[in-house]
């Protein structure tokens, strides 16, 4: 499959690797408008087209499948061009700036026979992988919370505010694992150096009694990469940061039971063992490429297609809404 590549910032360069270094695919072209980032990727790629125009990898007939790997805003008008010009797209990680935009794009590539994969690398990472495979297992039991915190300084955006750059991979995970839709969000957020949310919480109720919450920041000292999951039987942590033991299962938890004629609860503490299973050792990125080509090679719906994207999408415009009014419960 031949590719062409927008974008070679700071993600573009992990794309255009994966991408040429992958059995079935190459790369023909890259379009950057910085002349210094178009220098770096003729340097790295001597036999690739680079060129500083996006029309010339939309308008190619050699090109098969274009990866939009730019700023959120410019995702829809280079999307849908290239779906316009008959290529299967993937697009970096918001989708769109807004939900309207996503469901244009997901009705174009529909009526194109055409394939749209959202960049959610984190869903082909072996950590979710696993906790996917124990959710489905059911060793969490009834899940209660999700409690996700994803901080670091910097890298700050300019054109969108901190849950729009940091909680999509959150937001896609939660969707990815819980099969089912928030039905509200709670946005709470603050200003401080540019004009965007550079710290925010976003808090998420889902049916059944499941709460989730995000917190992002691009002014901790720390970087930390960490989710908690409660569940009716045990609970989980996954450190992203560790080097081995990402995941561990707690076989603790809180036993309630109300006695006959005694009014009052019976509260037991569960402490039992904790275990780290085995993940899968993979590059997330490169197999999520591998899956894209093989999802439009097939014809296979992907578990990260345009309508997973527009739910993300739907989640953060509700927070957006949910910060300009000062943290108001905002329904979805």
């Known amino acids: ?3 062409g590549v927008i974008g070679y910032g700071y993600w573009g360069p992990n794309i255009v690797r994966n991408l040429t270094s992958l ?3 190459q790369v023909l072209a890259i379009a950057e408008m910085s002349p210094s980032a178009r220098k770096r990727a003729q ?3 001597p036999g690739i087209n680079v060129t500083p125009d996006a029309c ?3 308008t190619s ?3 098969d499948a274009v990866a939009v790997v730019t700023p959120v805003w410019t995702h829809y008008d280079l999307a849908k061009a290239a779906l316009e010009n008959g290529k299967h797209v993937f697009v970096e990680k918001p989708f769109t700036s807004n939900a309207h935009q996503a469901e244009e794009l997901i009705e174009l590539a529909r009526k194109k026979n055409l394939t749209i994969m959202v960049d959610h690398t984190f869903l082909f990472t072996g950590a979710v992988k696993k906790i996917s495979q124990l959710l489905d297992e059911g060793t969490l039991g009834k ?3 999700y409690d996700a915190t994803r901080v670091n300084l910097g890298l700050f955006q300019h054109d969108i505010n901190v849950l729009w750059d940091l909680a999509p991979h959150d937001l896609s995970i939660m969707d990815y694992l819980m099969k089912a839709s928030p039905e509200a969000v709670v946005a709470t957020g603050q200003k401080h150096l540019n004009g965007h949310e550079d710290v925010a919480y976003m808090t998420l109720y889902f049916p059944e009694k499941i709460i989730a919450h995000i ?3 691009w002014l901790s000292p720390v970087k930390v990469r960490t989710t908690l999951m409660g569940g009716e039987k045990r609970m989980l942590v996954w450190n992203d940061l560790e080097a081995d033991e990402k995941v561990k299962v707690y076989d603790r938890g809180v036993d309630v039971t109300n006695r006959e004629g005694v ?3 019976l509260v037991n503490y569960r402490s039992g063992d904790m275990w780290a299973p085995q993940l899968e050792q993979v590059e997330a990125l490169r197999q999520e490429l591998t899956y894209f080509v093989d999802c439009v090679s097939t014809g296979k719906q992907p578990i990260n297609d345009g309508c997973a994207g527009l739910r993300v999408v739907k989640m953060l415009e509700a927070a957006s809404e949910s910060l300009q009014k000062k943290g108001s419960l905002v329904y979805l």
């Open 143 to 145: 899940l209660y919370y």
């Open 56 to 58: 010339d990898v939309i």
């Open 23 to 25: 059995e079935g695919s």
């Open 263 to 265: 009014y009052e609860l």
């Open 61 to 63: 007939p050699k090109i």
């Open 1 to 3: 499959m031949n590719f």
């Open 215 to 217: 917190n992002v920041n």
């Open 43 to 45: 340097t790295a790629y």
